[in-house]
């Protein structure tokens, strides 16, 4: 994906799941206020009712204009302007609260018109836990004479509560949004770090190419000269430095292949071929390379076919077998096996090698691993071989499984439809 066009799709999910956020917090701020006046709504019924109570079976009647006043969001003075009991007041605010469903928490005070004050009446909860007197002053309401007054101490976390669905709506969404853009960060990092290793490990190999070049030309030729022929030492020598620069030229080659498949997916040239032919010219190669090296091919059939990219199978056959005898104590000996089943061909890869602990199984196809071993110190490699297969299988629809034999080595088992 180029990089512009992930940086717009970056750009928009952010501001699209900001813009969610923020309309969230705009409903959950409205759903608050709506609340608050549904709260002030029944509060004003049910204190217009207490003061209806208060007034039945007296002379006077009920003030025409509204007896309640709310004087902050937690506060109303109540205008009776008739004599009432304390005890009767009480009665008729639990009701009435009760009826119209405020089950919050509340206080209440009566001005006492002898003594000039606001005598306070008491703490009235409706959870489980015992009342509690407060020391909270109740401030006296100019041109009036009898009226009490009505504190709701818990109101905002009352309104808070009825709106818990909302909040947690709202955290959720705020902890994806923390999630997305801490994976975009990450992402953009790992990007970031997968293009500098890409540029370096391309800068690096093209820098060695030229100079192994030389070396193998200048090899090649003093290994024809007369004086070293006829030195052993010096064509041993010379031999060695030869094959050594092919060795690091082939792992050169290996990871340019891998850089630039990365870069661009590989393009297969499939075609249908005998697979035991193309395994017994890798065998030949590989003997050449190792001749102590015992490889037999064991097959029900002769004539198997598969419809592949040869050239890629190939050199999947040659790291298999290779890793086979690199990875090896003693004297090395593989047995290829193929047998099919319906329409599947199974190609299994026996080894006796020192085989692989179970917990680093599951890494064995990652790009530059390589198992933490004694062994794996004595072998020269970059932990591209069996990534370079696990790709070539992938790429093909093949099914790749490794697991370890039950006394010594491996056994790598590669499926694949038959033609």
Known sequence: MKIKKL???IVLGLVATIGILIAQLLWTKEAFSIEEQKFSQKAHIALINVVKHLYEGTNHEVPANNPVKKVSNDYYIINVDNDFDPEILEHYLKVEFEKIGITTDFEY???????DEMVYGNYISFSNKTPKKTSISFPKHKNLI????????????????SLRFWFILSFALIIILLVYVYSIYTIIQQKKYSELQRDFINNMTHEFKTPLSSILIASNYLNQQEDIKKDQKLEKYTKIIIDQTHKLNHHIEKILNIAKSDNAPLVLEKSEFTIIPVIASVIESIQLKY???KITIDSKKDDYKINADQFHFTNLIYNLIDNSVKYCDCYPEITIKLSDDTKQLKIEFIDNGIGISNK???F????FYRIPTKKSNEVSGFGLGLYYVKKICTQ???????????????????LTPLT
């Open 291 to 293: 001749p102590d090296t």
């Open 146 to 161: 009898y009226y009490f007054a009505i504190r709701f101490p818990n109101e905002t976390s009352y309104l808070f509560s």
């Open 7 to 9: 940086n717009s799709i």
């Open 396 to 414: 093909h629809n093949w099914k790749i499984l490794m697991q370890n034999n039950n006394k010594q080595g491996i056994t790598i088992t590669i």
């Open 360 to 362: 680093n199984i599951s």
């Open 109 to 115: 005070a009566m001005y006492n018109c002898h003594s």
């Open 364 to 367: 064995v196809f990652d790009k």
